[in-house]
């Protein structure tokens, strides 16, 4: 039969302790330097693109607005001002029958709005006192 000394074990064959992970393995710097060369390399592409991408995008906006005369102002725009009147100034004008049916509509809309018109307008400059602040009365009230 066996000893009981020999369940026991000894001290100095044990293994290493669990938190001394640093003893039984060395440090491995070639990993954390391949680590940090693909993180720079990532980090580098994608700045890339997108300085790309940003420059492609101003690129389109600038051609647009150089499109787009009226948005330029100055000089451009007041010549093409100019250029437009001289257009419909030079244009011909309507047949009679037409104008006289244009303006008939106009003078129809008019008279269908000329009270409300005449409620919001002003009281005259000869009103007193009085009358101008029960205008400005309904006036507040009106857009309350």
Do not use: C, H
Not at 28 to 40: D, M, P, Y
């Amino acid at each position: 039969m066996r000893a009981l000394t020999d369940f026991i074990p000894d001290p100095q064959l044990a293994e290493p302790a669990v938190g001394r992970d640093d003893e039984a393995r060395p440090a491995r710097s070639g990993e954390l330097q391949t680590f940090f060369i693909k993180v720079a390399t990532v980090l580098v592409a994608a700045l890339l693109f997108g300085w790309i991408a940003t420059a492609y995008v101003a690129m389109q906006v600038d051609a647009q607005i150089q499109k787009l005369s009226y948005l330029k102002g100055g000089a451009t725009f007041w010549a093409d001002v100019e250029k437009k009147l001289g257009a419909l100034a030079d244009a011909p004008d309507m047949p009679p029958e037409k104008k006289a049916a244009l303006i008939a509509k106009v003078e129809a809309v008019a008279r269908k709005f000329r009270p409300f018109a005449d409620a919001l307008a002003a009281p005259p400059k000869d009103a007193g006192v009085r009358s101008r602040i029960n205008w400005l009365f309904k006036y507040w009230r009106s857009k309350a």
